[in-house]
C-alpha cells in the first residue's frame, strides 16, 4: 500500500516553511559531519510491498519493511538476522484488504481520494483492539517484532478544528502507547507524526518521511522536485526528530525507475546528510536504491513454446544465448509466453527481460504486448532479438526510439550503411529484405549497431541499443549456414553487455580456481565389458585402469553400467568388470558414479535420438524402463556391491541424449546426487564459432541439469564409428574455450569403450598429456556441480561505500574482473585472498565457507603478499602479525604460489619450505596433498 503523504507535504507545511534558506544550508552542512545516531556505519533499510518477496535479495539489507500480507517466507530472513518490520495502517485502510469488511463502517469518518482508502477514526476503541487483539497478535505470532507504523497524519485531512485534531492524535499516541506495552520488546518505526512525537518518540527506533528531494504528484501522475521551501521544513522536521529522540531517520523518496543514475544521486544525497535513504516508486513495489543497490543477476528469458514443442533444450534462447549471458554473470529463468507472464514488476529483481521469437505471431500478442511495455516503463532492461512476436506499431517502437520506415517497401538492394565492433562476429550481415522489419530511428539517444540504405536514402536499422535495452532483428542475429551450422552475426557478448548496460560489475566464474582453470576428468560406463584389441585381448575397463586412471592420478569422476556390468543371472558370482570396478572405486581420486541400470535413450518420453550406430541401449530381459530402478536402484546396486565401505556414489551421469526430465532431476537430487551430461562443446579449428559452446545446464522446478563442458569421444568419432583417433580433437576445443574467453573448464570426457582399440587409447594418451601440461586445478564432478548450482543462486549489491556485497559462497570461489576496473584492495575487502591477471581478465580468489565476500576496489596494485595461483582449495587464510596462517589442499600434491617483492618462504610440518622464485612471485610445491597449519612468511 502506497505511503500517505500527499504530494510529500502535510497542509501544514505550506505555512510552517518559514526557515531562511541561509540557515537551512548552514544546517545542511553541519549535519553532513555528523554520523546517524545509534546506527551502524553501512546499516541499510529496504521497503518492498510487492508479491513476491524476493527474499534472498532483502536479506542483503540491515533491516526491511515489508508488507506483511505478502511475505511468503519470512522466516528466511529471520534466520538471516534480518530485522523485519511489519507494515500497518493505523490511520486507513484500503478496501483491498482482506479483513476491512471487518471494520465497522461507523469507525470510518473520511475518505483519501488520491490513495482510493477510508480513514478511520483514532477515537474508537474497537479499532484500538482490533489492531491490538486481531491483526497485531497475528502478525506477533508469525515471528515480527517489529510495525512500521503508517498514516499517521491522515486524520489531519477531515479533524480541522484545534480540538477535533487534539483528540485524535491524544487517541493515537494511547494507540501506540498500547503496541509499546502490549508487545514487549517491539520495535516501531513512525512514518511521520511530527505532532505526536512529543508523547510516542520514546516509543521509537526510527522515524521516515517521504519526498525530501524528489516526489511522486498522485493528482497529475507524474515525478517531479520538491519545491525548496517545502524541503527545508521537512529537514527542520528530521533533525528536531533526530537530535531530540535519538532516532534513525530514514527518507523514502520516489524516483522514476528509468532514471537510475538519478535514483542513485537521490539516495547519495541523503546517505550524506546522515539518514537512510530509499529511493523507489510509490507503490513501493519494486527494488529500489538506498545505502545497498541490488545487482539483479537473473535473466527472465522468454521463449514461444509452439515454436519448439520439443521442449526447451531446443529453442535459440537456451542453446545459443544463455552461454554468453552466463559469461557475463547472469543467470537464466526461462519461461514459455504461453504458460502465463509474471503479475509484478520485475525492477530490481532481474537484471532484464530477453525474448528470440522467430516469427510476430505469439498466441496472445495485445497480452504481451502491453505486459512487455509496463515493464519497461517501470525500467526492466529489455533485449529483443529475432522478432517482437507481435506486429509492430509506432506508439510502442517509439519506447525503442525508433519507428515504423516511411518507405512503403524495401524492395531492390540494400546496402550497409553503418556498423560497429558488435556486428560481423563470426559471419557478415548479407543485406536481404526478406523477411526484414524496415524500422528508422525516432531520436539521437538510439545507438545504431548495423544499419542499411535502401532505394530510399533514409537509413534503417536492423540492430540498435539505447537506455531501454538493445534490439537485434532477424536476419541479422545469426547466418544459418550447410548442415546446420550457425554463426553469429553479432557479437552476443559485446551486444548483451551493452544492452544490459553492464559497467565493471563483478562475474562469479565457474571455469577457474585460484587463478588456474579447472579440470575435470570423466568416465561413463558404456563399453567397459569390451574386449580391447590389443594383445591379450583385455577388457576395456581394464585398460582405462591401467594405462589412465592409475598412471595420470588425476581426480576422476567414473561409473558404470550397472546391466552391463553386473551378472544378471542367477550366480552370485561377481564378473570380471565389476572386479575392475570394485579396484578403481578404492583409488582415493577416483569418485563413483553410476550411469544408469540399463542406458535409456532419452529421458524424456517425447525425444528419442538417432540411434544408428549406437549399440549402447541395453536389452534387458523381462525389463520395461522404470526411472526409479534406472537411478535409484543402479546407486544401491554400486554402493551395496561395488564401492568400498564409507565411500559411496555422489554423480549420476545421465545417458542418451543427455537430457533429464524434471521428475528425473527430482529424483537425483533427493539421493542426494549431483548430475552431468547433454550439452558438450564441440567448436574447433574448422567450425570456429560459439554456437557449439553449450551453457551450463537448465533448470526444472529448481532442479540443476549440468551440461558436461566438453563433448564426449563418441561426438569427436562420429558416434563411435571412426576415425577412432579423432578424440584427440578435443584438444582444440578446449583451446578455443579459453582464448579469446574463457568459457569452460578444462574437461576430459569418455567412455570405457576408449580402452577398446589403438587408435582410440593413443588419442586418449594424447589428450591426458596435453592437459596435465596446462596449469590446472583438478576437481570432481560433484565439486563443478556444487560451484554451478551456487552460481545460479548467489546474489549480489553494492554498498553506498562503494564495496561490493556477494552472498551465497562457498563452493565457488572466484570473481572474474574488468581490469579496467582496477584491483581488489585486499587491506579493507573481506573473505579474498588473491588474485591473478590473465588476458581473459582478473581472476579473484575466494576464501570458501565464508558465505559473505565485501570486495573493495582499489587502483593500485596490492602489496601485501597474497595467493596468485594454485592447484589446491584453501581451508583458513588469516593474516597476522608474522605473515599468513594458512591451510590448503589439493586432489594432487600441492602447488601454490605466492605473489610478493619480498623473499618468501612457509613454516610446514615442524620445517621450512623454501620457494622458488617465479615472475613477481615465489612458487611452492609440497610433497603431499594437504598443507595441514602452515605459516607463509615474507620480508
Known amino acids: 500500500m502506497p505511503m500517505t503523504v500527499i504530494n510529500g507535504i502535510t497542509p501544514m507545511m505550506k505555512y510552517q516553511s518559514t526557515f531562511g534558506n541561509h540557515y537551512a544550508f548552514l544546517r545542511l552542512i553541519s549535519s553532513m559531519l555528523l554520523s546517524s545516531i545509534c546506527l551502524p556505519a553501512y546499516a541499510s533499510t529496504a521497503i518492498f510491498y510487492g508479491r513476491p518477496a524476493p527474499v534472498d535479495l532483502l536479506s542483503h539489507f540491515t533491516q526491511v519493511i515489508v508488507e506483511p500480507e505478502n511475505m511468503d517466507n519470512v522466516d528466511y530472513l529471520f534466520d ?139 493528482i497529475d501522475l507524474e515525478y517531479t522536485e520538491v519545491a525548496e521551501p517545502d524541503r527545508n521544513w521537512l529537514l527542520q522536521k528530521l533533525w528536531q526528530a533526530r537530535d531530540r529522540y535519538e532516532l534513525q531517520i530514514i527518507v523514502i523518496d520516489y524516483v522514476d525507475p528509468k532514471q537510475k543514475d538519478l535514483a542513485r544521486a537521490t539516495a547519495k544525497k541523503i546517505s550524506d546528510l546522515g539518514f537512510t535513504p530509499w529511493v523507489a516508486n510509490p507503490a513501493l513495489d519494486i527494488f529500489g536504491i538506498g545505502k545497498v543497490e541490488i545487482f539483479p543477476r537473473r535473466i527472465l528469458a522468454l521463449y514461444d513454446g509452439h515454436e519448439y514443442p520439443e521442449g526447451l533444450q531446443q529453442t535459440d534462447i537456451h542453446k545459443l544465448l544463455a552461454m554468453p549471458l552466463e559469461h557475463l554473470g547472469y543467470t537464466l529463468d526461462y519461461l514459455d509466453v504461453n504458460a502465463g507472464l509474471p503479475g509484478n514488476l520485475l525492477t530490481g529483481q532481474y537484471a532484464g527481460i530477453v525474448s528470440w521469437f522467430n516469427n510476430d505471431a505469439l498466441l496472445h500478442p495485445a497480452v504481451y504486448r502491453d505486459w512487455l511495455l509496463r515493464q519497461m516503463e517501470a525500467g526492466v532492461k529489455v533485449v529483443i532479438l529475432g522478432n517482437l512476436g507481435f506486429k509492430a506499431d509506432n506508439a510502442f517502437l517509439k519506447h525503442l526510439g525508433v519507428e515504423l520506415s516511411q518507405s512503403e517497401s524495401l524492395e531492390g538492394s540494400l546496402m550497409v550503411r553503418g556498423s560497429d565492433k558488435i556486428i560481423g562476429y563470426e559471419a557478415k550481415p548479407q543485406p536481404v529484405t526478406r523477411g526484414f522489419t524496415a524500422w528508422q530511428v525516432l531520436e539521437d539517444g538510439v545507438q545504431k549497431h548495423l544499419s542499411f540504405t535502401g532505394q530510399s536514402e533514409e537509413p534503417v536499422v536492423a540492430v540498435f541499443s539505447g537506455n531501454w535495452g538493445g534490439t537485434a532483428l532477424h536476419p541479422y542475429v545469426i547466418e544459418a549456414g550447410y548442415q546446420g551450422l550457425k554463426r553469429w552475426i553479432i557479437n552476443p557478448f559485446e551486444f548483451l553487455s551493452t544492452a544490459l548496460d553492464v559497467k565493471g560489475i563483478p562475474v562469479p566464474d565457474v571455469t577457474t580456481e585460484n587463478g588456474r582453470r579447472l579440470l575435470l576428468v570423466q568416465i561413463d560406463g558404456d563399453g567397459a565389458g569390451n574386449k580391447a584389441e590389443i594383445p591379450g585381448t583385455p577388457l576395456a575397463i581394464k585398460v582405462i585402469q591401467d594405462q589412465f586412471l592409475q598412471k595420470y592420478n588425476l581426480p576422476s569422476t567414473v561409473s558404470i553400467i550397472e546391466g552391463e556390468t553386473a551378472n544378471r543371472g542367477s550366480s552370485d558370482k561377481v564378473t570380471e568388470a565389476e572386479k575392475i570396478a570394485q579396484d578403481i572405486f578404492k583409488l582415493n581420486h577416483v569418485e563413483i558414479a553410476s550411469h544408469s541400470y540399463s542406458h535409456p535413450s532419452a529421458w524424456f518420453p517425447k525425444n528419442t535420438i538417432d540411434a544408428d550406430g549406437d549399440e549402447y541401449q541395453l536389452s534387458v530381459d523381462g525389463y520395461g524402463f522404470d526411472l526409479h530402478r534406472e537411478i535409484a536402484g543402479s546407486v544401491e546396486y554400486i554402493n551395496n556391491t561395488l564401492a568400498p565401505e564409507n565411500k559411496r556414489a555422489r554423480v549420476f551421469l545421465w545417458t542418451g541424449d543427455g537430457l533429464a526430465s524434471r521428475e528425473a532431476l527430482a529424483l537425483a537430487r533427493s539421493l542426494g546426487l549431483e548430475n552431468m551430461n547433454g550439452g558438450g562443446a564441440t567448436i574447433s579449428n574448422d567450425e570456429k564459432t560459439v554456437t557449439r559452446v553449450p551453457p551450463l545446464g537448465y533448470v526444472m522446478d529448481d532442479q540443476l541439469q549440468l551440461y558436461a563442458p566438453m563433448a564426449s569421444e563418441h561426438v569427436y568419432t562420429n558416434r563411435w564409428q571412426g576415425p577412432f583417433h579423432a578424440f584427440s580433437r578435443v584438444v582444440e576445443t578446449m583451446q578455443l574455450t579459453d582464448r579469446p574467453l ?120 596490492p602489496l601485501s603478499p597474497y595467493l596468485s595461483h594454485s592447484n589446491g582449495e584453501i581451508d583458513e587464510w588469516q593474516k597476522m602479525s608474522g605473515g599468513v596462517n594458512f591451510r590448503m589442499r589439493a586432489h594432487t600434491p600441492l602447488e601454490m604460489t605466492v605473489a610478493s617483492e619480498g623473499e618468501c618462504h612457509i613454516n610446514w610440518s615442524g620445517g621450512t619450505l623454501e620457494g622458488q622464485r617465479e615472475g613477481q612471485g615465489w612458487k611452492f610445491v609440497f610433497p603431499v596433498a594437504d598443507s595441514g597449519d602452515a605459516t607463509l612468511v615474507c620480508s
Open 80 to 218: 538471516k538476522g534480518t530485522k523485519v518490520f511489519a507494515y500497518v495502517s493505523v490511520g486507513e485502510v484500503h478496501a483491498t484488504r482482506s479483513w476491512y469488511s471487518e471494520i465497522p463502517q461507523s469507525w470510518f469518518i473520511g475518505s483519501n481520494k488520491e490513495w482510493g482508502s477510508s480513514i478511520l477514526d483514532l477515537t474508537q476503541q474497537g479499532w484500538h483492539d482490533y489492531l491490538l487483539d486481531k491483526y497485531l497478535s497475528r502478525l506477533w505470532e508469525q515471528g515480527y517484532r517489529g510495525f512500521f507504523l503508517d498514516g499517521l497524519e491522515t486524520y489531519q485531512r477531515v479533524a480541522v478544528e484545534p480540538a477535533a485534531r487534539l483528540n485524535q492524535e491524544k487517541a493515537l499516541s494511547n494507540l501506540i502507547k498500547s503496541i509499546h506495552e502490549r508487545f514487549p520488546g517491539v520495535e516501531l518505526i513512525l512514518n511521520r507524526g511530527f505532532d505526536i512525537l512529543p508523547h510516542v518518540g520514546q516509543y521509537a527506533v526510527a522515524l521516515a518521511a517521504e519526498s525530501l528531494f524528489q516526489r511522486w504528484d498522485p
Open 742 to 861: 574463457r568459457l569452460k573448464p578444462l574437461h576430459i570426457h569418455y567412455h570405457f569403450y576408449s580402452g577398446s582399440k589403438t587408435d582410440s587409447i593413443n588419442a586418449l594418451k594424447s589428450v591426458y598429456e596435453w592437459t596435465v601440461k596446462q596449469e590446472h586445478r583438478p576437481v570432481w564432478v560433484s565439486e563443478y556441480g556444487q560451484k554451478v548450482n551456487e552460481f545460479r543462486n548467489l546474489t549480489m549489491s553494492r554498498r553506498v561505500d562503494g564495496a561490493w556485497d556477494i552472498r551465497g559462497l562457498n563452493t565457488l570461489r572466484t570473481l572474474r574482473l574488468p581490469v579496467s576496473t582496477g584491483w581488489p584492495d585486499l587491506e579493507r575487502s573481506e573473505g579474498i585472498v588473491g588474485v591473478r591477471d590473465a588476458s581473459q581478465g582478473r581472476y579473484v580468489h575466494l576464501l570458501p565457507n565464508h558465505g559473505q565476500v565485501l570486495l573493495y576496489m582499489t587502483p593500485e596494485l
